[in-house]
């Protein structure tokens, strides 16, 4: 977003720079990361001409290696507003780089978008990232995927979705906070321990939160097709979505 709110600054700081620490907190993530990856490349094999990759949220780069392995023909451009998570990327995937397969963008997400061209871009692809926008922003957001899309184009986010039964989401959520604190005291990490549970209270304050089936309604109204939530796993969920022929 155009303006760093205080929890989005978080991720240019201490859990921007040890962020790979959630594979260890919370290795869901990662498979996610995997799922959004392996929907890519049936989307591949189904679509031969498809190769253009627009990565929303690349973070330190568990999705993009994803995405990359997904199929050889894919071009991936990242984007991420937060330099000390991408570095990380630019790091640890400049082989791809090189190869002309992954390019890297440093901006604003939103702006990113609305300077891409209409039905541009085969595959929106992101995970974990939709989830911390202000649902304002990520309605925004959501349309100018459809916009750049092309026809019969791939979105699809692996992300916090929650669960419309609050009592039941609210369980889940206490079990994830127990985890945190079972791995980070353990490794005696209180201070990413802190930083971690005070960005759990703004992915789940209401101006955040991102309900299962208010993110469904959202993307129909702005005209995708064949939307499908699957594999589940406790307050994560794979959506993908079609824009219109």
Known sequence: MTTQHPFEAMFSG???QEYDMLRLICPLAAEMSQLVGQRAG?????????SSVLELGGGT???TLALLSANER???TSV??????????RQSLQQWQKEGRLAFVLDDILQTLEHTEDNSVDIVASAYTLHN??????????AQVHRVLKPDGLFVNGD???????????????????????????????????????HLFSDESEN??????????????????????????????????????
């Open 14 to 16: 201490i859990i921007g």
């Open 42 to 50: 049936e989307y591949c094999a189904q679509n031969p001409a498809a």
């Open 61 to 63: 780069g568990i999705t």
């Open 74 to 76: 894919l071009k991936i």
């Open 80 to 89: 991420d507003n937060a330099e000390t998570m991408q570095s990380q990327a």
């Open 133 to 142: 926008f202000e649902h304002g922003y990520r309605e925004q957001v959501i």
């Open 160 to 198: 916090r979705y929650g669960l419309d039964d609050v009592n039941v989401h609210t369980h889940l959520i206490q079990q994830e906070v127990q985890g945190y604190f079972s791995v980070l005291t353990d490794m005696k990490r209180l201070d990413l321990l802190e930083h971690w549970i005070v």
């Open 208 to 245: 955040h939160v991102m309900r299962e089936s208010v993110a469904l309604a959202q993307l129909q109204t702005h005209g995708f097709k064949s939307i499908q939530l699957d594999h589940r796993n406790q307050v994560n969920a794979r959506v993908t979505a079609f824009k219109s022929l």
